[in-house]
T-cell receptor, first 113, second 114 residues
Framework: KAGVTQTPRYLIKTRGQQVTLSCSPI?????VSWYQQTPGQGLQFLFE???????NKGNFPGRFSGRQFSNSRSEMNVSTLELGDSALYLC????????????FGPGTRLTVT | AQSVAQPEDQVNVAEGNPLTVKCTYS??????LFWYVQYPNRGLQFLLK????DNLVKGSYGFEAEFNKSQTSFHLKKPSALVSDSALYFC????????????WGAGTKLIIKP
């Protein structure tokens, strides 16, 4: 099976712009989670979707939003970008909730200038 | 409040020695416990998990972890460390009483010296 894919892999944006990141889960996986990883803050949970419903949400401002489509693919959007949004954004998929492990994509490296 | 603690930011071990990376947790319901590893310039990978049953679970690359309910711990262990084990290790727990929200530790950098 193909792994989790994320596009684009690298992105450079300027402050105030918005960005959309895409994630395609492993075939058959219905749950998708998003994380922000920075050297100083570690791994921060953004949101988790299961069957198109947001199941959990982390402590991020409303500028961060996401959605999941009927084919389990997911997108996350960041509006009004700030310098502090520069990070590696990771997507992970799993078969479901609870006892299932997550499989991570390679991430999208976002740089805000 | 739910939490996961990895008390050591960094662990240094000589190659061939046993290694332990510590993790303790606090959740209200039954915990589902996970270890993940992030090698330099590579993605996060699943190592092992505890759901129920035998307290000692075995995972990838010779790693194992022991679930201790009374101490609310899930320490990662390996009998003989390899230089290639050098990586960032994350402990995570799902709380069975809280919509299965996955809570992550801050990560422990493991350095194996030849």
């Amino acid at each position: 099976k193909a792994g989790v894919t994320q596009t684009p892999r690298y992105l450079i944006k300027t402050r105030g712009q918005q960005v959309t990141l895409s994630c395609s889960p492993i075939s058959g996986h219905r749950s998708v989670s998003w994380y922000q990883q920075t050297p100083g803050q570690g791994l921060q949970f953004l949101f988790e979707y299961f069957s198109e419903t947001q199941r959990n949400k982390g402590n991020f401002p409303g500028r961060f939003s996401g959605r999941q489509f009927s084919n389990s693919r997911s997108e996350m959007n960041v509006s009004t970008l700030e310098l502090g949004d520069s990070a590696l954004y990771l997507c992970a998929s799993s078969q479901g909730e609870g006892l299932y492990e997550q499989y991570f994509g390679p991430g999208t490296r976002l740089t805000v200038t | 409040a739910q939490s996961v603690a990895q008390p050591e930011d960094q662990v240094n071990v000589a190659e061939g020695n046993p290694l332990t990376v510590k993790c303790t947790y606090s959740v209200s319901g039954n915990p589902y416990l996970f270890w993940y590893v992030q090698y330099p310039n590579r993605g996060l990978q699943f190592l092992l998990k505890y759901i129920t049953g035998d307290n000692l679970v075995k995972g990838s690359y010779g790693f194992e972890a022991e679930f201790n309910k009374s101490q609310t711990s899930f320490h990662l262990k390996k009998p003989s460390a390899l230089v290639s084990d050098s990586a960032l290790y994350f402990c995570a727990v799902r709380d069975g009483n809280s919509n299965y929200q996955l809570i992550w530790g801050a990560g422990t950098k493991l350095i194996i010296k030849p």
